[in-house]
Protein backbone atom coordinates (compact mmCIF):
# COMPACT_ATOMS: atom_id res chain seq x y z
CA UNK A 1 0.00 0.00 0.00
CA UNK A 2 2.65 2.16 0.72
CA UNK A 3 4.34 1.57 -2.85
CA UNK A 4 0.96 2.63 -4.60
CA UNK A 5 0.16 5.24 -1.88
CA UNK A 6 3.93 7.19 -3.05
CA UNK A 7 3.97 6.41 -6.31
CA UNK A 8 -0.03 8.06 -6.19
CA UNK A 9 2.23 11.33 -4.86
CA UNK A 10 4.79 11.15 -7.06
CA UNK A 11 2.22 11.12 -10.12
CA UNK A 12 0.04 14.22 -8.53
CA UNK A 13 3.42 16.00 -7.72
CA UNK A 14 4.36 15.62 -11.49
CA UNK A 15 1.28 16.91 -13.01
CA UNK A 16 1.21 20.06 -10.55
CA UNK A 17 4.66 20.52 -11.85
CA UNK A 18 3.61 20.04 -15.45
CA UNK A 19 1.14 22.42 -14.06
CA UNK A 20 3.23 25.00 -13.63
CA UNK A 21 5.88 24.81 -16.39
CA UNK A 22 6.73 28.47 -18.50
CA UNK A 23 5.45 26.35 -21.40
CA UNK A 24 1.67 26.58 -19.46
CA UNK A 25 2.13 29.73 -17.82
CA UNK A 26 2.69 31.00 -21.55
CA UNK A 27 -0.01 29.55 -23.36
CA UNK A 28 -2.20 30.70 -20.23
CA UNK A 29 -0.82 34.59 -21.30
CA UNK A 30 -1.03 34.23 -24.37
CA UNK A 31 -4.95 33.08 -24.06
CA UNK A 32 -5.70 36.06 -22.15
CA UNK A 33 -4.09 38.26 -24.61
CA UNK A 34 -6.39 36.66 -26.83
CA UNK A 35 -9.59 37.16 -24.38
CA UNK A 36 -9.22 40.38 -24.43
CA UNK A 37 -8.27 41.23 -28.22
CA UNK A 38 -12.08 39.85 -28.69
CA UNK A 39 -13.39 41.83 -25.77
CA UNK A 40 -12.25 44.65 -27.31
CA UNK A 41 -14.47 44.00 -30.72
CA UNK A 42 -17.43 44.61 -27.75
CA UNK A 43 -16.43 47.75 -26.55
CA UNK A 44 -15.35 50.01 -30.20
CA UNK A 45 -17.88 52.00 -31.34
CA UNK A 46 -16.74 51.15 -34.95
CA UNK A 47 -15.80 47.86 -34.28
CA UNK A 48 -16.71 45.38 -37.54
CA UNK A 49 -17.17 42.50 -35.57
CA UNK A 50 -21.04 41.23 -33.33
CA UNK A 51 -20.39 39.27 -30.35
CA UNK A 52 -21.21 36.32 -31.83
CA UNK A 53 -18.94 37.28 -35.04
CA UNK A 54 -15.78 36.80 -32.51
CA UNK A 55 -15.92 33.13 -31.94
CA UNK A 56 -15.40 32.96 -35.77
CA UNK A 57 -11.70 34.31 -35.23
CA UNK A 58 -9.08 31.82 -35.19
CA UNK A 59 -5.50 31.56 -34.40
CA UNK A 60 -2.69 29.67 -34.24
CA UNK A 61 -1.82 27.61 -31.50
CA UNK A 62 0.62 29.15 -29.24
CA UNK A 63 4.32 28.64 -30.45
CA UNK A 64 7.18 30.09 -27.98
CA UNK A 65 9.28 29.23 -30.93
CA UNK A 66 8.00 32.51 -32.51
CA UNK A 67 8.53 34.95 -29.40
CA UNK A 68 11.56 36.44 -30.37
CA UNK A 69 14.45 38.53 -28.15
CA UNK A 70 14.87 41.34 -30.97
CA UNK A 71 16.99 44.90 -30.80
CA UNK A 72 15.47 47.86 -31.93
CA UNK A 73 18.18 50.16 -33.41
CA UNK A 74 16.86 53.58 -33.26
CA UNK A 75 16.09 55.82 -36.53
CA UNK A 76 15.97 59.26 -35.23
CA UNK A 77 16.99 61.25 -38.42
CA UNK A 78 13.86 59.39 -40.54
CA UNK A 79 11.66 61.63 -42.15
CA UNK A 80 7.56 61.80 -41.84
CA UNK A 81 6.67 59.85 -45.05
CA UNK A 82 2.66 58.68 -46.10
CA UNK A 83 1.72 55.16 -46.41
CA UNK A 84 -0.75 53.77 -48.14
CA UNK A 85 -3.90 52.10 -47.02
CA UNK A 86 -6.47 49.46 -48.21
CA UNK A 87 -8.90 52.29 -48.29
CA UNK A 88 -6.86 54.17 -51.08
CA UNK A 89 -6.07 56.95 -48.12
CA UNK A 90 -3.06 57.43 -47.11
CA UNK A 91 -1.59 57.88 -43.36
CA UNK A 92 1.15 59.83 -42.49
CA UNK A 93 3.87 58.07 -40.51
CA UNK A 94 7.65 58.31 -39.33
CA UNK A 95 9.96 55.38 -39.08
CA UNK A 96 10.83 54.65 -35.07
CA UNK A 97 13.75 52.53 -35.45
CA UNK A 98 14.57 48.89 -37.25
CA UNK A 99 14.11 45.67 -34.71
CA UNK A 100 16.72 42.95 -35.51
CA UNK A 101 15.72 39.09 -34.62
CA UNK A 102 16.46 35.99 -35.31
CA UNK A 103 14.43 33.02 -36.07
CA UNK A 104 14.77 29.70 -37.16
CA UNK A 105 18.58 30.35 -37.24
CA UNK A 106 17.87 33.33 -39.35
CA UNK A 107 18.67 36.85 -38.99
CA UNK A 108 15.71 39.53 -40.00
CA UNK A 109 14.41 43.31 -39.57
CA UNK A 110 11.61 44.49 -39.60
CA UNK A 111 10.84 48.25 -39.24
CA UNK A 112 8.49 49.63 -36.54
CA UNK A 113 7.06 53.19 -36.84
CA UNK A 114 4.65 55.82 -35.38
CA UNK A 115 1.30 57.28 -36.37
CA UNK A 116 1.82 61.02 -36.47
CA UNK A 117 -1.90 61.16 -35.40
CA UNK A 118 -1.54 59.16 -33.10
CA UNK A 119 1.59 60.93 -31.65
CA UNK A 120 -0.50 64.01 -31.31
CA UNK A 121 -3.19 62.30 -29.09
CA UNK A 122 -1.98 61.67 -25.04
CA UNK A 123 -3.44 57.96 -25.10
CA UNK A 124 -1.55 57.08 -28.01
CA UNK A 125 1.67 59.24 -27.83
CA UNK A 126 3.77 56.41 -27.73
CA UNK A 127 1.90 53.86 -29.48
CA UNK A 128 4.47 51.80 -31.90
CA UNK A 129 3.02 49.63 -35.29
CA UNK A 130 4.78 47.32 -36.41
CA UNK A 131 2.46 46.20 -40.04
CA UNK A 132 4.61 42.97 -41.97
CA UNK A 133 3.75 40.59 -44.42
CA UNK A 134 5.02 36.83 -44.81
CA UNK A 135 4.41 34.05 -46.97
CA UNK A 136 1.22 32.82 -45.21
CA UNK A 137 -0.73 35.70 -46.20
CA UNK A 138 -3.38 34.52 -48.83
CA UNK A 139 -3.32 31.03 -47.57
CA UNK A 140 -4.06 30.37 -44.18
CA UNK A 141 -3.61 34.28 -42.81
CA UNK A 142 -5.64 37.66 -44.52
CA UNK A 143 -3.91 38.34 -47.92
CA UNK A 144 -2.65 42.11 -46.64
CA UNK A 145 -0.86 41.13 -43.72
CA UNK A 146 -1.03 41.52 -39.93
CA UNK A 147 0.24 43.83 -37.44
CA UNK A 148 1.92 43.67 -34.02
CA UNK A 149 1.27 46.79 -31.42
CA UNK A 150 4.40 48.00 -28.58
CA UNK A 151 4.74 50.89 -26.56
CA UNK A 152 8.05 52.81 -26.05
CA UNK A 153 8.18 51.68 -23.20
CA UNK A 154 8.20 47.87 -24.02
CA UNK A 155 12.05 48.75 -24.91
CA UNK A 156 14.62 48.03 -22.73
CA UNK A 157 17.33 50.78 -22.42
CA UNK A 158 19.88 48.73 -24.40
CA UNK A 159 16.98 48.19 -27.08
CA UNK A 160 15.96 44.74 -26.06
CA UNK A 161 12.69 43.97 -27.02
CA UNK A 162 10.12 41.15 -26.91
CA UNK A 163 8.69 39.99 -29.95
CA UNK A 164 6.31 38.18 -30.05
CA UNK A 165 4.38 36.78 -33.09
CA UNK A 166 1.93 35.21 -31.56
CA UNK A 167 0.12 38.36 -30.81
CA UNK A 168 0.23 38.89 -34.73
CA UNK A 169 -3.41 40.28 -35.63
CA UNK A 170 -5.68 40.93 -38.24
CA UNK A 171 -6.67 44.24 -39.36
CA UNK A 172 -10.08 45.43 -39.73
CA UNK A 173 -9.85 45.35 -43.52
CA UNK A 174 -10.10 41.59 -42.89
CA UNK A 175 -13.66 41.81 -41.39
CA UNK A 176 -14.91 44.64 -43.64
CA UNK A 177 -14.30 46.81 -45.80
CA UNK A 178 -14.85 51.00 -45.12
CA UNK A 179 -11.58 50.83 -43.12
CA UNK A 180 -8.12 52.45 -43.86
CA UNK A 181 -5.85 49.56 -42.87
CA UNK A 182 -2.11 50.52 -43.77
CA UNK A 183 -0.32 48.49 -46.36
CA UNK A 184 2.59 46.79 -44.57
CA UNK A 185 5.75 48.65 -46.61
CA UNK A 186 8.10 46.25 -48.43
CA UNK A 187 10.62 46.45 -46.40
CA UNK A 188 8.26 44.53 -43.64
CA UNK A 189 7.37 41.82 -46.49
CA UNK A 190 8.95 38.65 -44.65
CA UNK A 191 10.56 36.06 -47.10
CA UNK A 192 9.37 32.94 -44.74
CA UNK A 193 6.01 31.64 -43.35
CA UNK A 194 4.96 32.64 -40.11
CA UNK A 195 2.59 30.35 -38.85
CA UNK A 196 1.74 32.31 -35.44
CA UNK A 197 -0.60 34.44 -34.34
CA UNK A 198 -4.07 35.09 -36.00
CA UNK A 199 -5.15 33.52 -38.85
CA UNK A 200 -7.96 34.13 -41.59
CA UNK A 201 -11.50 34.69 -40.48
CA UNK A 202 -13.94 31.96 -40.39
CA UNK A 203 -16.55 34.24 -41.05
CA UNK A 204 -18.13 36.15 -44.48
CA UNK A 205 -16.38 39.54 -45.00
CA UNK A 206 -18.80 42.61 -44.65
CA UNK A 207 -19.34 44.71 -47.56
Not at 109 to 133: R, S
Not at 163 to 181: E, I, R, T, V
Request: overall charge neutral; some cysteine.
Amino acid sequence: MKAVASLSFGLLFSVLGLAQTPDTAYQARIAAHRAHYKQEFLTEPRSPLRAQDTALLDFYAPNPAWRCKAHVERTPEAQPFDMPTYSGRKKQFVQYGLVHFRVAGQAHTLAIYQNLGLMAQEEYKDHLFLPFKDHTNGDSTYGGGRYLDFRIGDIADEGALDLDFNKAYNPWCAFSDGFNCPVPPATNHLELEVPAGEKNFRGEKKH
